[in-house]
């Protein structure tokens, strides 16, 4: 059973550094066929890709966001990590990690909400 | 990365049909057949519907169908159900290595 779940901080604080954990279990980080993305959605809003981590441990960015993101795995730990720096109050949002298989996201874990605010 | 374009709501009645589209550019959707879509109901994460612009995972119903046509995929959804009603998003590959959702449209079954 494939599953991925977000861990992080609720509250951050304007100008902080957010760093988000996505455990998986199910399948291998290591598998040449996917990767994981991080990907948000601020209330009320729609969904907006981050980045993403391939197998081969290549990444990937939105180009709006590249300078504040980072993202990185451990495939021992089953973990994508992605910290982003300077949060400000537009970056309130549920965040999500997503599994790609055949260029879509397939499954998704339950989102944390993670609200920028002094 | 911009944003691809969908309507912001449709709306059908029980037994009925209805098409969502999701336009983009050469870039996006109409460099790729890596068009896919989400269903999402309030408080819930997606759910994956289709996939490579026509594909369905298991377990989603045959009622759920994609297509493309240029720069414009869409989603068709026939039969309606009450419970079809939910936010649906379109995504696509977009060069380098990165992707794209739409706006997102609301799907009200009255």
């Known amino acids: 059973q494939v599953t991925l779940k977000e861990s992080g901080p609720v509250l951050v604080r304007p100008t902080e550094t957010l760093t988000l954990t996505c455990t998986v279990s199910?399948?291998?980080?290591?598998?040449?066929?996917?990767?994981v993305s991080w990907i948000r959605q601020p209330p009320g809003k729609a969904l907006e890709w981050l980045a993403h981590?391939?197998?081969?441990?290549?990444?990937s960015y939105s180009t709006s966001l590249k300078s504040r993101l980072t993202i990185s795995k451990d495939t021992s730990k089953s973990q994508v990590v992605l910290t982003m720096t300077n949060m400000d109050p537009v970056d309130t949002a549920t965040y999500y990690c997503?599994?790609?298989?055949?260029?879509?996201?397939?499954?998704w874990g339950q989102g944390t909400l993670v609200t920028v605010s002094s | 990365q911009s944003a691809l374009t969908q309507p912001a709501s449709v709306s059908g009645s029980p037994g009925q049909s209805i098409t969502i589209s999701c336009t983009g550019t050469?870039?996006?959707?109409?460099?790729?057949?890596?068009v896919s879509w989400y269903q999402q109901h309030p408080g819930k994460a997606p759910k994956f519907m289709i996939y490579?612009?026509?594909n369905r995972p298991s377990g989603v119903s045959n009622r759920f169908s994609g297509s493309k046509s240029g720069n414009t995929a869409s989603l068709t959804i026939s039969g309606l159900q009450a419970e079809d009603e939910a936010d649906y998003y379109c995504?696509?590959?977009?060069?380098?290595?990165?992707?794209?959702f739409g706006g997102g449209t609301k799907l009200t079954v009255l």
């Open positions: 490579e612009v026509t």
């Open positions: 050469s870039s996006d959707v109409g460099g790729y057949n890596y």
């Open positions: 199910g399948f291998s980080l290591s598998n040449p066929r996917m990767g």
């Open positions: 981590i391939f197998s081969t441990d290549e990444k």
């Open positions: 997503a599994r790609i298989l055949n260029w879509g996201f397939d499954y």
């Open positions: 995504s696509s590959y977009a060069s380098s290595n990165s992707w794209v």
